[in-house]
């Protein structure tokens, strides 16, 4: 594990390519800063991208307007399809009539991600061989060995072996944040009111001055759980490795 | 028409009593302020009421404040049971994939509006012989004729007619706010921004002082257009009355 | 009283005419939406104005932003003196010292108010024979009676009578409105998030629908007690009436 | 200069002790974050503190409602002196008479600064032998520099000179923030909103994920310039140091 962190890791741009170029059906998911950071690398590589979001009915209704201008700013250099994901109706009526709007705050967030991000999520990645994501391991606790390239176990079928890129895995928040000033990469306007870390509206806070940027989301739970389930077998498992060059 | 719009008409009690007592599977529409009121006047008359709500993943995080802090307000004095509607994800997904999430400021509403208000209104009003508004007709010119009591044109099938009220319709927007402040009845935050007609929140606007309440709903558009389909009836034609006493 | 109140009073322009043309020693008390319309109605009928602003030190920050947007659009028009009256540092100082900033919700507005209003008024009015506001009876209880034109019994002093013009007095919120909207006069942005009488920051607040406007003003306090002493003259006696062409 | 910023610095609470044991007329300036841990390590060392604050009529409501939270914070245990000086009228007056009230964006902070902060201070610390600030040495490029305790050059008169001790000097970001944290110290509700570095409400702004703190303040001008003037002495030369323990 540890020579995989080292400086002698593959860039961000090569994992990226090794993901768009061996993989036919590959998608890169969307929600936050590191994400676009990726879709503008990608732009440069490739003509066509898949891109998902996870609309979960409770974003900031800034996050939905900076997910329209990312799909309006990238239309002129790529052939983008952005696909945002909502909950399936019946599992999320039922809760909701059952427990209300905001049962998370009350019996934690696992149950509502599942039904809004996670159950969207599995049904969409059934159509792909790999998915890239803007994990980085500075992030949070449950983050800090996540490798550039390994095998969903969560996310892999009987019937298909899904592999996982984290083309920023190695970054520093710094480093992004360097890369969408020096590149114009439209970003959340939310960035500009103390908002680092961007998820589900009731479920994100802005931080103080030197809060960890994981601070703003679930505050009111455990900080190793702070994983929406998207990302769950960062806090289960150790992470399978794939070193082979997949494709 | 005249002589039903004067002051013998019954009122919103009274014409609440019709629909409630008269029949068994019967539905209150919950929005805005005036839908409060509703609920209010229906705690004092029923035991139980089955409300329900369109959430169309657009809403102002405010507004689903509000609808939890509804749903709990009355839970001490009424069996409340607080549907909240959500889209089909394939309609949904397929309308954001091809035109993006703002479409309806470029070719209007209604394509939006029927997947994330009318399509769940209709799946969800086929259980019900009737249901309740708090449409009232100094709203909008769209509505100066709404009777108390009307066979709901729009959503009657084959099989079943569907009565509609709208206990309301003889009130002013001063009557409701005077039974709020005398009432404690719960509010949308948003009306102590400007707000005073609150539907999704790319779709509203705060109103300036003297505006007219409407002004402030899709106002890129056609004044007299101004009905997102739920009450769409209201557009279209004549509202047809029904004078018996339903069940 | 009951005549002048009638629809055969002079327009708002003519008062303004009235007091523009007859007085050589006139300024014009700028805070409010209704101020601008007479800055622009005295815009069509000068070619110099000096107007005032009572800057107190507690005003919002949008608020000035538009007291500044007025300067700068009515520059072109008018030769336009915009002076900000701020108050003496010796007398602030010390209610400060002695009861903090917020010392008006425990003990009433009156002290604060002269502090920071009515003695840099005072000091100001010494300079001028007439000033112009943009009162008007329908604001609120206290103002009911005011008349078009009126000896200042609480600014004039021994060596100099000062007359007041209220133009506006017979308006309503409406006429204000419409006439800002037609003439795209500037109006403060506050205005689109639900305030409607605007004065400093903590003293002021948006109101609900169908609020009246000056439920926003000082609402800790007796409805009737609501002028700050600029206008105390409305609160505590019949207002001298003067009808002669001043001068 | 490099010795003194070693490990081997006395701590802040000894530079503290320094200069209220040893001074008679010292007095604690306050803005920011930085100065309330200074106001709660006093708490635990005098009885009585003299602290002041700009009051340059252009503060961010907010910040006027920390001033008044931390003055009633400390009342309990200490006898606190909070003045509040305000800008003296005649030159505010001409000011924004001629240039309006946004004339920095135009020529620079130092002129509007010079009337709202400088003034006020010089006037204010003739009756001081000493003055105690929360500058940091990573606040800034001008602030690299900054020693515990120095002559202060720019306010030292003829008659009487200044000592200025800046106790937080080798304190970083993190450690400020750490004591707020650890010992419930009040502080500005903006920082819960993107705000690091407080100033005038038209001078300053949030910042976004990875930027400096002092990239909110005076961001149109060149970042070597962004002093306002009551530490210019920073800009200016060498900060002369005082060795000896004063009194």
Redesign the interface.
Known sequence: MSEQISSSEPSPVAVLKDALHNFEKVALSFSG?EDVVLIDMASHLVEKLSVFSL?T??L??ET??F??RV??HYATSLEL?????????VA??KL??EK???SFYEDGHEECCHIRKVA?LRRHLTGFDAWITGQRRDQSPSRTQVPQRQIDAGFSTARRQLVKFNPLAAWK??D???YIRDNDVP?NEL??????SIGC??CT??V????H?RAGRWWWEESTHLECGIHLMNLDQEPDQTNDSGG
């Open positions: 800063a609309d009915g409770r900031h209704p939905l307007r997910i329209d799909r309006q399809t952005l696909d945002l994901l909502v909950p399936e109706p999320l009526e909701v009539r209300g709007l905001f969207p928040s710094a992004v944040w360097d970003y960035h500009d009111r103390g908002f680092i509206e009731p806070r802005a103080r001055p030197n809060e940027e």
